[in-house]
């Protein structure tokens, strides 16, 4: 008997959903087929169902954390705007503390930026614009002038800080990040009319 489209969507979700959750944690390369079906609880012949191999999972699962991630379920909250921008960016970078479950693409994959697969490259820069014209809506709402230029400093100075403060240990990580989103958010206060 054949599987139903709703049970077909639904093992395609959780294909997305461990695929997602491992690229985000250890990038395109260190993350093999193997490892995503066994935490999707699958086999091999389910992802060839879904998916021509592990560049179009990669394209599919970027897309699928990036919806799912915390910008865009922020972005769903009705919080003011004085205190919308302050809690994206201390939710963005309170990543070693919360949300696991559904982390944002950019935080982690730094090396993917540069990978030699252009479709990984291609995906990573998706998911950066993406992100750049969330927080330019967001400030172009405020009044800032020069909203994507300011969204693409803040997104930058965001994933450079995560990136650099993960190789801190836990005290000095701490401290580098309060100070960073201190810095992070007077800067987009500073643009705001």
């Known amino acids: 008997m054949p599987y139903t489209a709703r049970h077909k969507e639904q093992s395609r979700q959780r294909i997305l959903h461990a695929a997602a959750r491992l ?3 250890h990038g395109f390369d260190r993350v093999t087929l193997t490892e995503i079906m066994k935490k ?42 004085e205190t919308h921008l302050k809690a994206l960016v201390t939710r963005y970078l309170s990543w070693s503390k919360n949300d696991k479950e559904h982390p ?15 479709k990984v490259r291609q ?3 998706s998911c950066f614009d ?9 400030l172009l709402k405020r009044g800032v002038t020069q909203p994507k230029e300011v969204a693409e400093e ?10 650099i403060a993960r190789s ?26």
């Open 23 to 25: 690229f985000c944690s």
């Open 123 to 125: 995906v990573y820069q």
């Open 168 to 193: 801190f240990n836990a005290v000095r990580q701490s401290d580098f990040i309060k100070r960073a989103q201190e810095r992070i958010i007077n800067t987009l206060n500073s643009h705001s009319k």
């Open 130 to 138: 993406s992100l750049v014209d969330r927080l330019s809506g967001i």
């Open 104 to 118: 944002s693409p950019l935080e982690f994959l730094v090396t993917d930026a540069a990978h030699k697969d252009e």
């Open 40 to 81: 999707a609880n699958m086999t091999h012949g389910a992802f060839y169902a879904h998916f021509s191999g592990k560049s179009s999972l990669y394209e599919a699962a970027m897309e699928f954390a990036s919806s799912n991630g915390f910008w865009a379920r922020n972005q769903k909250q009705t919080e003011t705007k």
């Open 154 to 163: 803040t997104v930058i100075s965001l994933v450079g800080t995560v990136t």
